[in-house]
């Protein structure tokens, strides 16, 4: 029996199943804080839609719905009064539509709490506990992250090209511009210098026009510097010293800045081994840290990749660093774990890695200081926190709660946003996936 489709599915069994764990501990993240700071929390459900199951502990009620693309939890009271108006209570309905929203939601907010509740409103909280309650979630997602990134790299051995020796791992039969690496050789593609010069997997370089080599790192800014110049290189094979002269030629090539920038820079076609080993926790920090810059990056170029996942969706070519639903990076997570080759261990480091990434964008993505978004409340709180501080210098009287509801507007214009950019990604993930190969 062919078992790639039973690992394709495993893959993405598991990405689901991780996803899912992912976002009810990220809500576990709001709903723990805001029990201990004594505020109602009457539903705690993973996923949207119909309800599939449901139990009811206490004054909360916990279950599962049909959609699992998400979760919430209901904090009693997010949504102070208007002002002057007595708790618990809402104002009558104006005309206009936004003032209309914000009654709305008001209304709804308030129509199932009673005179003992009141004390209890997430509203009353001070703003520091409100940003706790609001900042737990995503900075759970940025904890599994990091554990992730942890175990996996010091528990699972891994190649590191900081590690690289400088001993060759292959040679390169033809040289293929970087646009269009991954397809085979042609006649019409040049062979390589490292071909010409005889050099074969295994040979250790020990010199490049008579530098002493130390490390790959130095070998390649000397390769790349060398254009289409003679290269005299010394090395080791068999234990035993040989040397052989091959002008190295140039080809287009990612800058080491910048792998989105090409440049035309001097070529050998040789690859370096880089011995597998675990990682101590230094360096999952300095990865973590690596990659929430990227993250941040990628979260900034968004729109502009959304565009390109829009154009993808009626058949233009998809590029890899475009984002993806959660549709899409199951299917990754198949072609992870069905790859022709890989080992378990091979499997479970690239579904942990991709496991990792996620949890590191919906935690950074829900900072953003935007309704519905996590971070728009937290941005709230701390408005509130600095306008009362601003109010005890100047000796006046501490102002009321910020009221997140005049945002409203906002919130559903972001929300319709997301929306659209799911329906987007899934559809394009259907028609037009992001492929390993």
Request: hydrophobic share 45%; proline share 7%.
């Amino acid at each position: 029996m062919n078992a790639t489709p039973w690992l394709y599915a495993l893959g993405v069994v598991v990405l689901v199943v991780g996803i899912a764990v992912s976002i009810a501990l990220h809500e576990l993240g709001h709903m723990v804080p805001a029990k201990l700071f004594g505020t109602k929390v009457t539903q705690y459900f993973i996923g949207f839609g119909r309800t599939l199951w449901s139990t009811r502990k206490g004054e909360t009620e916990y279950g599962v719905k049909a959609v699992p693309l998400g979760g919430y939890v209901k904090i009693v009271g997010m949504l102070p009064p208007n002002k002057g108006d007595d708790p618990g209570t809402v104002r009558k309905s104006n005309t206009g539509m936004f003032t209309q929203l914000a009654f709305d939601a008001r209304s709804a907010e308030y129509e199932h709490v009673t005179p003992e509740d009141e004390p209890r409103l997430f509203y009353r909280l001070p703003w520091w506990k409100k940003a706790i309650v609001m900042a737990g979630g995503p900075v759970v997602n940025l904890v599994i992250a990091f554990i992730l990134f942890a175990a996996l790299f010091m528990t699972i051995p891994s190649q590191n090209v900081e590690n690289a020796t400088t001993t060759v791992e292959t040679v390169s039969d033809c040289a293929i511009p970087a646009a269009e690496a991954g397809r085979k050789c042609t006649a019409a593609d040049p062979v390589t210098p490292a071909k010409q010069a005889g050099l074969t997997p295994g040979d250790t370089i020990t010199s490049f026009n008579g530098t002493p080599i130390s490390s790959w790192d130095q070998l390649t800014d000397l390769i790349r510097a060398n254009g289409d110049s003679p290269a005299t290189i010394e090395y080791v094979r068999d234990g035993a010293e040989q040397q052989v002269t091959v002008n190295t030629s140039v080809q287009p090539r990612p800058t080491k800045t910048d792998p989105d920038k090409v440049e035309r820079v001097g070529f050998l076609g040789v690859s370096p081994y880089v011995p597998a080993q675990r990682e101590d926790l230094g360096f999952a920090v300095a990865t973590m840290g690596d990659m929430t810059v990227s993250t941040v990056k990628a979260i900034g170029s968004l729109p502009e990749k959304m565009v390109e996942v829009t154009k993808a969706a009626f058949g233009a070519e998809r590029g890899q660093d475009t984002p993806m639903s959660p549709v899409g990076a199951s299917r990754v997570a198949g072609e992870l774990t069905s790859a022709e080759g890989a080992t378990w261990s091979d499997r479970v480091f690239s579904v942990g890695l991709l496991l990792a990434g996620l949890n590191l964008f919906l935690g950074l993505f829900n900072l953003i200081p935007l309704l519905p978004l996590d971070g728009g409340h937290i941005a709230g709180a701390l408005w509130e926190g600095l306008r009362n501080a601003i109010a005890r210098l100047r000796r006046r009287p501490i102002p009321g709660p910020v009221d997140v509801a005049k945002m409203l507007p906002v919130a559903y214009a972001v929300g319709a946003v997301l929306l659209v950019m799911g329906i987007i990604l899934v559809y394009t993930d259907i028609v037009n996936p992001v492929r390993l190969t």
